[in-house]
């Protein structure tokens, strides 16, 4: 199957302060990618759909001023969570569309926010 | 989309078949069939997807009622390492993920 990446792997920051997440399709092009975030012993949930291009769509009850999306290419698409509290503390999964409808995830980015 | 039922957790020896069942009593007639599955602290693996026909490859089969309102995963010989949460979804969009089933495989 098609190689998603994620980078970092884990992250560990102080509360107030922004970190980035990138995700990458490794040998595909995605027109479009999906964050999820997942907390212990939960499910996944999704965040909001990126499309390259244009402005990502969020799901109800996420913040998109906190929650930056940016898909500049057809291989990356970048998730930013701004002044992080502890609460945000989670591990975050990135996905990606084939032109076939398919849809392969990343191994994830566990934030840790003190 | 359409909703799924699993149940949360079941148990299999190594060795044996696991078969996991899944309701989606409400699928529509261009929504598919998608199981994934998640080992912890890992990011969802794609195993097998289908719409009407019964489908199978190198990781599991699948099987679809004629109605389309269940399927059944079948892994033809478990191992230790299909120890997971298998999620089955059904989607013609986004893949939105409910509690899936944690299935443990036991020697």
């Known amino acids: 199957g098609a190689v998603v990446s994620q980078h970092p792997s884990r992250v560990i920051c102080k509360s107030g302060t922004s970190v980035k997440i990138e995700c990458r399709s490794l040998?595909?092009?995605?027109?479009?990618m999906f964050w999820y975030r997942q907390f212990p012993k939960q499910s996944l949930m999704l965040m909001a759909t990126?499309?390259?291009?244009?402005?990502?769509?969020?799901e109800q009850g996420v913040e998109k001023d906190k929650f930056l999306i940016n898909h500049a290419s057809l291989t990356l698409s970048t998730l930013t969570v701004t002044s992080a509290h502890p609460e945000d503390s989670s591990f975050y999964i990135c996905?990606?569309?084939?032109?076939?409808?398919?849809?392969?995830f990343g191994p994830g980015t566990r934030l840790t926010v003190l | 989309d359409a909703k799924t039922t699993q149940p949360p957790s079941m148990d299999c020896a190594e060795g044996r078949a696991a078969n996991l069942p899944c309701n989606h009593s409400t699928i529509s007639g261009n929504e598919y069939v998608y199981w994934y599955r998640q080992i912890h602290s890992q990011g969802p693996q794609y195993i097998i997807h289908g719409l009407k026909n019964n489908e199978t490859n190198e990781m599991a089969s699948l099987i679809i009622t004629e109605d389309r309102k269940s399927s059944t995963l079948i892994l033809p010989h478990a191992t230790l390492r299909d120890t997971a949460v298998y999620y089955c979804?059904?989607?013609?969009?986004?893949?939105?993920f409910g509690a899936g089933t944690r299935l443990t495989v036991k020697p």
């Open positions: 979804i059904v989607r013609v969009g986004d893949m939105r």
């Open positions: 040998d595909f092009q995605a027109t479009t």
């Open positions: 990126s499309n390259e291009g244009s402005k990502a769509t969020y």
């Open positions: 996905s990606a569309k084939t032109i076939w409808d398919e849809q392969f």
